[in-house]
């Protein structure tokens, strides 16, 4: 006997419902991600362990008028682009690995590094602009000219005191640690006046859009460039090979 018809129709999904799915999708996918790497990156070496940061005192660091960094001697033949959130952990595994032994190359006057910033993660920092404060803070130590110091505040900054996400550092702690790295007085003012801020702001939405053109459409921290290759960090002899 065949059961007679129910009465019930189902209710379409509300716009809010399929927005709260999307969004745990999201989070999902980028959690497995986030552990792809952290395991691909587990047992990953870190290369030249020990030699620290650029010693060469003849190592410079400049701002140059996107907002990005360049550090190293000033005839390096040749220079590397790295897009970096000072949030991202990615880009903190990636200086945590290959810091040292990028910093080895630019002593040796192998390559030079243009490191262009990105504020993908502001929204994720309690105060919800660490990231452009953080940038603008690398910007204000970049202007001392002083290769050692930038590579000692940056190495901090991306590696050994990267704030987690949902934290972040206030400007005064930025300027602390910018003077622990041998920042002038000049550096410090400049971070906790904010003086970069605003424009290290636009210049982070810039770097995304270059990022983006560079990579068809997509923007992913870190990336690193020789030219416009984008080079493959994930293979151990990357430094290696582009600046035997």
């Known amino acids: 006997m065949s059961k007679p018809p129910s009465d019930y129709t189902p209710r379409p999904m509300s716009n809010g419902t399929t927005y709260a799915l999307g969004g745990v999708a999201?989070?999902?996918?980028?959690l497995i991600v986030f552990f792809a790497f952290r395991w691909g990156a587990g047992d990953a070496e870190?290369?030249?362990?020990?030699?620290?940061?650029?010693?060469?005192?003849?190592?410079?660091a400049a701002v140059q008028s996107d907002g990005g960094v360049r550090l190293g001697l000033p005839d390096a033949p040749k220079t590397l682009e790295i897009y970096e959130d000072p949030m991202c952990p990615g880009c903190g595994s990636l200086e945590h690995l290959y810091g040292q032994e990028i910093a080895q190359k630019i002593d040796e006057g192998k390559l030079a590094v243009r490191y262009r910033f990105v504020n993908f993660l502001d929204?994720?920092?309690?105060?919800?602009?660490?990231s452009t404060r953080a940038a603008a803070a690398l910007?204000?130590?970049?202007?001392?000219?002083?290769?050692v110091t930038y590579?000692?505040?940056h190495d901090a900054l991306l590696n050994t005191r990267q704030p987690e996400e949902g934290s972040?550092?206030?400007d005064d702690e930025l300027a602390g640690i910018a003077t622990e790295s041998g920042a002038p007085q000049s550096a410090h003012d400049c971070i906790t006046t904010g003086a970069r801020t605003d424009q290290a702001r636009q210049q982070a939405t810039a770097a995304v859009e270059d990022l983006k053109t560079a990579l068809d459409g997509d923007a992913a921290t870190p990336s690193?460039?020789?030219?416009?290759?984008?080079?493959?960090?994930?293979?151990?002899e990357w430094v290696q090979?582009?600046?035997?």
Request: charged share 15%; net charge negative; hydrophobic share 30%.
């Open 46 to 60: 870190v290369r030249n362990d020990g030699y620290g940061s650029v010693h060469n005192t003849a190592v410079t």
């Open 151 to 153: 590579s000692k505040f």
């Open 139 to 147: 910007q204000c130590v970049g202007d001392t000219g002083s290769g």
């Open 168 to 170: 972040g550092l206030t």
């Open 241 to 244: 090979q582009v600046a035997p």
């Open 26 to 30: 999201l989070a999902l996918i980028a």
């Open 123 to 130: 929204s994720k920092s309690d105060s919800g602009d660490y």
């Open 224 to 236: 690193v460039f020789d030219v416009a290759t984008k080079l493959d960090t994930q293979n151990q």
